[in-house]
């Protein structure tokens, strides 16, 4: 049964260079419907092996875990990720 709880979720991914023509954050709205918030991002010419981005993730709880989720099947580096649980709205 899916969780159509709303909830939002704030991560920092590390998306390498092989990756960068990759739409990844584009797929997070558009296949998993989620609502992006992009609170920062560091995209450096004088270290192009990755980009940084700080970002916010609303939708409902099961949204949010396919994402994830793909994010996690891409080998992605997720630095940060608050629990859904606790920034529930």
Same mark, same amino acid.
């Given at each position: 049964?899916?969780?159509?709880?709303?909830?939002? &979720?704030?991560?920092? @991914?590390?998306? !390498?260079?092989?990756?960068?023509?990759? !739409? =990844?954050? +584009?797929?997070? =709205?558009?296949?998993?419907?989620? &609502?992006?918030? @992009? *609170?920062? *991002?560091? =995209? +450096?010419? %004088?270290? !192009?092996?990755? +980009?940084?981005?700080?970002?916010?993730?609303?939708?409902?709880?099961?949204?949010?875990?396919? *994402?994830? &989720?793909?994010?996690?099947?891409?080998?992605?580096?997720?630095?940060?990720? +608050?629990?859904?649980?606790? %920034?529930?709205?």
């Amino acid at each position: 049964m899916l969780d159509n709880r709303r909830t939002q &979720t704030c991560i920092q @991914i590390r998306i !390498p260079k092989d990756l960068h023509e990759e !739409p =990844v954050i +584009s797929r997070l =709205v558009s296949h998993y419907g989620v &609502t992006i918030i @992009i *609170a920062d *991002a560091q =995209v +450096s010419t %004088n270290v !192009p092996q990755h +980009s940084c981005f700080h970002l916010q993730l609303r939708g409902t709880v099961s949204q949010i875990e396919s *994402a994830l &989720t793909y994010l996690d099947e891409l080998d992605l580096e997720v630095l940060h990720q +608050s629990s859904p649980e606790e %920034n529930g709205w």
